[in-house]
T-cell receptor, first 118, second 114 residues
């Protein structure tokens, strides 16, 4: 079973540009979450999508947005990039079988997309 | 609201020594508890999880964790650390009812010295 795939793995952008990151979850997983990881702030939750709907959102400005497609693949977009947006962006998928005891909320992470903003 | 505290930001141990990483949580009921490991530049990988039953949980790579309800703790242990265990370790809690929200601790970075 293929794992979570994130593309691109590395990218360099300049301030003011925008970027789109992609995440393909494990087959059958309905939930996709995004995290930003930086040395100073640690692991911070961006948002979570389930069945094409954003279910939960962290404390990030509106420049950060996302969406999920009918096949559960997800994209996140950051507009008007700032230097502080340089980070490792991690995507995680989970079964999200609401109410099912067998689903304990385990997350399966991709290897991340390393964004550098110059 | 649930929360997770990892009081140790950085820990250094000698290869072959024992290891214990601390994790305390706050949640009204018994949550689901996880430990993840992250090698440099990589995503997080699940080490082990607790959701019910035996409070001593075995995971991959020789790690184990013990759920102590009275102390609201879920500490990670390994009897003998290997140099390849150098990584960052994250404790996470998931509420056990309704919408499953995941809350991560701030992580503990483990350095292993020869």
């Amino acid at each position: 079973k293929a794992g979570v795939t994130q593309t691109p793995r590395y990218l360099i952008k300049t301030r003011g540009q925008q970027v789109t990151l992609s995440c393909s979850p494990i087959s059958g997983h309905r939930s996709v979450s995004w995290y930003q990881q930086t040395p100073g702030q640690g692991l911070q939750f961006l948002f979570e999508y389930f069945s094409e709907t954003q279910r939960n959102k962290g404390n990030f400005p509106g420049r950060f947005s996302g969406r999920q497609f009918s096949n559960s693949r997800s994209e996140m977009n950051v507009s008007t990039l700032e230097l502080g947006d340089s980070a490792l962006y991690l995507c995680a998928s989970s079964l999200a079988l609401i109410g099912r005891v067998s689903d304990t909320g385990e997350l399966f992470f991709g290897e991340g997309s390393r964004l550098t903003v110059l | 609201a649930q929360s997770v505290t990892q009081p140790d930001i950085h820990i250094t141990v000698s290869e072959g020594a024992s290891l214990e990483l601390r994790c305390n949580y706050s949640y009204g009921a018994t949550p689901y508890l996880f430990w993840y490991v992250q090698s440099p530049g990589q995503g997080l990988q699940l080490l082990l999880k607790y959701f019910s039953g035996d409070t001593l949980v075995q995971g991959i790579k020789g790690f184990e964790a013990e759920f102590k309800r009275s102390q609201s703790s879920f500490n990670l242990r390994k009897p003998s650390v290997h140099w390849s265990d150098a990584a960052e370790y994250f404790c996470a809690v998931v509420n056990s009812g309704g919408y499953q929200k995941v809350t991560f601790g701030t992580g503990t970075k483990l350095q292993v010295i020869p």
